[in-house]
Structure formats: C-alpha cells, structure tokens
C-alpha cells in the first residue's frame, strides 16, 4: 500500500495532544537495544518519537521547542529547564544504539547505529530556545517499518518517572506486559547490557538491587501504569544468576487526570473502535458544582469508618463497592446517604424490581427534592458562595468519578476489543467475509470514505497468514480497526449487546451515566 508522503519539517508546537510512541521490540529491536541516556535526553528522544507517524515513509526533521518539553511532561516553568534541554538535545547528537542481529549469512552481528544524522539551531541567540533534530535513516527499520512484535505506549504513564534506568526498564517491561507475558525473566547479565551499566558500576547484586531493581519497581508503584507484584530470583550456587518480574497493570493518575481533561470537543480519526469526528459526552459530572455538596461535614475518622462499614453491610448483597459508598459519603451529607439507602431498600423489600440499584440509589442521593419523606436540616450558607474546602472537596469528587470513568471506558474498549480478536481466529470465513465487504465498499459508484481509508491503511505482510494479518492490521488501531469493528459489530449484535449492558449496570451502580459507552 502507498504510504503518506513525509512533510520536510514537523513542529512539536503543531503535535501538542499526541502522546503515543511506537519503536520495534524483540531482541533485535530498540527497546532492549542497549543505550544510555540521562532524564532530559530521554525526554527530547520521546518528543521526537510523538511526531513520527505510522504512515510515515521517512522521517521528517522535528523541531521542539524547550516549552515544548516542559509542557509534554508538565515541568514547571521557572527557567531551570531550558538550558538542560537544550544541551540535552544537542547531546543527542553523539547517542547510539547497539543491537544485536542475525544478518544474511546466519551469524549474530553487533551493529551500533548512531541515534541522531543531525542537528541544527538558530543563531539568533533570541531564537536558542528551540532545536531541529533528524534522527537517522538507519533507524527506519526500528520506527518506520515495524513488524508484528513492536512497543506502543502513552509516554505520560512516565511523565514523572525521573530515574532514566526507569524509563528504559518501563520500555522493556511493558513491551513483555504487552505480549502477554505477566512473568517477564531476565538474566542480571543481560539487563546490565541492556542497560549499559559498566562492570564498574553496581559490581555487587545486593547493590544492583537497591539501586536499579528496587528504584525501578518503587518508581512504577509511584508513578506508572505497570506495578512489579513480585521480584522473584532464580539463583547459580549462591548467586543471584537472573530475576523474574511478576507484572501487573493499575491505572496511573496522573495519565488519566490528563486524558480525562480531553475527552470532550475533541477532534479525532478514532476512538474505542469507532469513527468519531466530534465527540461531547454531557452527563451528570459536569453537573456537578460545589454548592451540590455543601452539606459534606467533616467528622471524626472513627465514625466515619463505623458509618461506612455498616452502610456497607446494608448493601452489598447489591454489589455496590465499598469505595463506592465513601464517594457518596465523601460527596453529600451522612444523613442523606443513609435515608436514600433506607428509601430503596424498602422499595426493594416490598417486592420492586430495580435493575441497578446503585445507580438508582445515587439518583435519590443527588435529587434535591426530597419532599415529605426526608427531613431536611438547616444548612448555613455564606452569601459569597462555598468556602475554598467544599470547592476542593467537589473538586476531588469530580476528579475521580472522571477517572473512574476513563478506567471504565477503556476496559469496555478492550473487551470488545477481545471479542473481535476471538471471533476472527474462531470464525475461519469470517476475515474472507470482512475483506470481502472492504473490497465492496470501495467499488461502488460512491465509494465510503471510511472504506476507502481502511483499505489505504491495510498492509500486506506475504510470511504472515491470512488471520495474523489481519490482526497486525486491527491492532494498530485508527481508521482500519473502527471500520472492522463497525462490521464486526452489525454481524454479531447480540454479543456486542452483552458486553454494553454489562458496562452500563457497572456505570450506574458507580455514580455514572450509562450513555457513557455511547
């Protein structure tokens, strides 16, 4: 397929919103290419990376500004990080990777490959506060042409990680994350090549440990979406000869603070599977204003734990979780909370059937009209609006029923992503089906523009079959995938059903509006 043609010159100021980087994996790829790089390089490299596209034919040269930087990984701006990414940038300059393949005649080669071919910047000393990079053409191989076994992540899951062994074990680990594998093993040696740590350096494991392992495993805790459960230890005689990471996913804040903050008038090709030109999804957060929770009191601790165990006990034959119950305690006063909760039990009690009852709860909770049924309290309210703690408390309320519902929208995205995959590798005729219809598409006197754009994207791949083939296609995402799932979707409409309602009862029993998969 013919690719996009590469403009001569991109600006980081013109990609501002894109986060995403890919780079080829496996042992013979970038991300366990051994290099080294302090912090600011880091950052530089992976700016870099967010202006290459995956239609790409070549590379571009890529102008970043140092505001650029620090707003891509929201540094502050007072003056300390100019200089150190600029120099940073021009350091770049004299970076490489080494990576070991097998070349044509069987043998394993090591090839160094120097990162950057080159690097200009304005003479104008007003103008310093911004650099042209071009990275190398030998590099294409490892960011342009990627094959099926590549690494694609959102770089602010590592926007606060400030130890650069962190950033490039976060590379290695989420790729092996990204696999399948939830057992990731390397040997010490190995990593330490991958890590271009000297025999000099950490020549102890103990050290070893402490300094790069434990560092990387707190800073993942503390800043990223991979958690390291367990550090396990496979050992020769007495020592150490290699580790096992035992891998799980969690949701990183501060990621989700900031993909929260864009999931309203947002232009967009695709988005959970499906074409989206202008998406707005108004439901009852942005409803949500500080005099709404004026009657949140602060109490003592200990009550506050009795109050929720025993809400609990109430109604968790409903599965309501219990932090579901401290938002609303969190949100709106104990009194309110406990009436509502007694109002639908009742209900519940005297035979009415309600489908979601965590959600029905919560309406009651937020509905202001209580009428006879609730004795109302006098509320004292200052003339000049909430104080500065209920607007921080309404604040926060609304801060996580948004992360809550990026958390859940993107499991409903990978679900159905899921059943895709499954359907296409259970249904031998169903991918001939697709295709079929792609081809249709682009043939009739008014072709689909979507169509014609799914087929522009689709790659041939002549060692692959006709199923991994097309799962290379899906998963990349854009415009190719949305089309299929559009497809995939009208054939199987009940099992995409299914999944939907699912989602829509565990948004209402939250707190949320259940048109949020919409």
Same mark, same amino acid.
């Given at each position: @397929?013919?690719?996009?043609?590469t403009?001569a010159?991109?600006?980081?100021?013109?990609?501002?919103?894109?986060?995403?980087?890919? @780079?080829?994996?496996?042992?013979?790829?970038?991300?366990?290419?051994?290099s080294? @790089?302090?912090?600011?390089e880091?950052r530089v =490299?992976m700016a870099m990376?967010t202006?290459?596209?995956?239609?790409?034919?070549d =590379?571009a040269?890529?102008?970043i500004?140092?505001q650029?930087?620090?707003?891509?990984?929201?540094l502050s701006?007072d003056?300390?990080?100019y200089?150190?990414?600029?120099?940073?940038a021009?350091r770049?300059?004299?970076?490489?990777?080494?990576?070991?393949?097998?070349?044509?005649?069987g043998?394993?080669?090591?090839?160094?490959?120097?990162?950057?071919?080159?690097t200009?910047?304005?003479?104008?000393?007003?103008?310093?506060?911004?650099i042209?990079?071009?990275?190398?053409?030998?590099?294409?191989?490892?960011l342009?042409e990627?094959?099926?076994?590549?690494l694609?992540i959102?770089?602010?899951?590592?926007?606060n990680?400030?130890?650069p062994?962190?950033v490039?074990m976060?590379?290695?680990?989420?790729h092996?994350?990204?696999?399948g594998?939830r057992?990731?093993?390397y040997?010490?040696?190995?990593?330490?090549e991958?890590?271009?740590?000297?025999?000099?350096e950490?020549p102890?494991?103990?050290?070893?440990?402490?300094?790069?392992?434990?560092?990387?495993?707190?800073?993942f805790?503390k800043?990223?979406?991979?958690?390291?459960?367990?550090?396990?230890?496979?050992?020769v005689?007495?020592?150490?000869?290699?580790?096992?990471?035992?891998?799980?996913?969690?949701k990183a804040? #501060?990621?989700?603070e900031?993909i929260?903050k864009?999931?309203?008038?947002?232009?967009?090709k695709?988005?959970?599977?499906?074409i989206?030109?202008?998406?707005?999804?108004?439901d009852?957060?942005?409803?949500?204003?500080?005099?709404e929770?004026i009657e949140?009191?602060?109490i003592?601790?200990e009550e506050?734990?009795?109050t929720?165990?025993?809400?609990y006990?109430?109604?968790r034959?409903?599965?309501?979780a #219990?932090n579901?119950l401290k938002?609303?305690?969190d949100?709106?006063?104990?009194?309110q909370v406990?009436?509502?909760i007694?109002?639908?039990?009742t209900?519940?009690?005297?035979?009415e059937?309600?489908?979601?009852?965590?959600?029905?709860?919560?309406?009651?909770?937020?509905?202001?009209d209580?009428?006879?049924e609730?004795?109302?309290?006098?509320?004292?309210?200052?003339?000049?609006?909430?104080?500065?703690m209920?607007?921080?408390k309404?604040n926060?309320?609304?801060s996580?029923?948004?992360?809550?519902?990026?958390?859940?929208?993107k499991?409903?995205f990978?679900?159905?992503?899921?059943?895709?995959q499954?359907?296409?590798q259970d249904?031998?005729?169903?991918?001939?089906?697709?295709?079929?219809q792609l081809?249709?598409?682009?043939?009739?006197?008014n072709?689909?523009?979507?169509?014609?754009?799914?087929?522009?994207?689709?790659?041939?791949?002549?060692?692959l079959?006709?199923?991994?083939?097309?799962?290379?296609?899906?998963?990349?995402?854009g415009?190719?995938?949305?089309?299929?799932?559009?497809k995939?979707?009208k054939?199987?409409?009940?099992?995409?059903?299914?999944?939907?309602?699912?989602?829509q009862?565990?948004?209402?029993?939250?707190?949320l509006?259940?048109?949020t998969f919409?």
């Open positions: @397929m013919t690719k996009k043609r403009p010159l991109r600006k980081k100021q013109d990609y501002q919103d894109r986060y995403i980087i890919r @780079m080829q994996g496996g042992k013979a790829g970038l991300v366990e290419a051994t080294k @790089m302090d912090i600011h880091f =490299f990376l202006m290459v596209l995956p239609d790409d034919d =590379f040269e890529y102008e500004r140092t650029d930087i620090i707003k891509l990984y929201s701006d003056g300390r990080y200089e150190a990414i600029r120099d940073a021009e770049l300059f004299n970076k490489r990777f080494v990576i070991y393949e097998k070349k044509e005649d043998e394993i080669y090591k090839t160094t490959i120097h990162l950057i071919d080159e200009s910047e304005p003479v104008k000393k007003s103008e310093k506060n911004r042209r990079l071009k990275f190398n053409p030998k590099l294409k191989p490892y342009l990627l094959q099926r076994e590549y694609t959102d770089i602010r899951n590592i926007a990680v400030q130890s062994t962190s490039k976060y590379l290695i680990l989420k092996q994350f990204n696999l594998n057992r990731a093993r040997s010490v040696a190995r990593l330490r991958i890590l271009a740590i000297q025999d000099n950490y102890m494991y103990g050290n070893f440990k402490q300094k790069i392992l434990q560092k990387t495993i707190n800073d805790e800043y990223t979406d991979l958690v390291v459960t367990q550090l396990e230890e496979e050992k005689g007495r020592a150490v000869d290699a580790v096992i990471f035992h891998l799980e996913e969690k804040p #501060k990621q989700l900031q929260s864009k999931l309203t008038r947002q232009v967009i695709s988005t959970n599977g499906s989206v030109v202008a998406s707005r999804t108004q009852f957060i942005e409803e949500i204003t500080p005099s929770v949140s009191t602060l003592q601790a506050r734990t009795s929720l165990d025993q809400l006990e109430n109604v034959r409903f599965r309501i #219990k579901t938002k609303w305690l949100g709106y006063s104990e009194e406990k009436r509502s007694d109002y639908v039990i209900k519940i009690d005297k035979g059937k309600i489908k979601s009852v965590g959600g029905y709860i919560f309406n009651r909770i937020k509905d202001a209580w009428g006879n609730v004795v109302t309290k006098e509320i004292k309210v200052k003339p000049q609006g909430p104080s500065p209920e607007i921080q309404a926060q309320l609304q996580e029923l948004e992360r809550l519902k990026v958390d859940l929208q499991d409903y990978q679900e159905r992503l899921g059943l895709v499954t359907l296409v249904e031998q005729a169903l991918i001939a089906q697709l295709m079929l081809k249709n598409d682009n043939v009739t006197e072709p689909n523009i979507l169509a014609e754009l799914a087929q522009a994207n689709y790659q041939l791949y002549p060692e079959d006709n199923v991994q083939e097309f799962l290379v296609n899906f998963d990349k995402g415009i190719f995938q949305g089309y299929m799932f559009e995939v979707e054939l199987y409409p009940t099992k995409f059903a299914k999944i939907r309602e699912d989602f009862a565990k948004a209402l029993a939250n707190g509006n259940a048109n919409f």
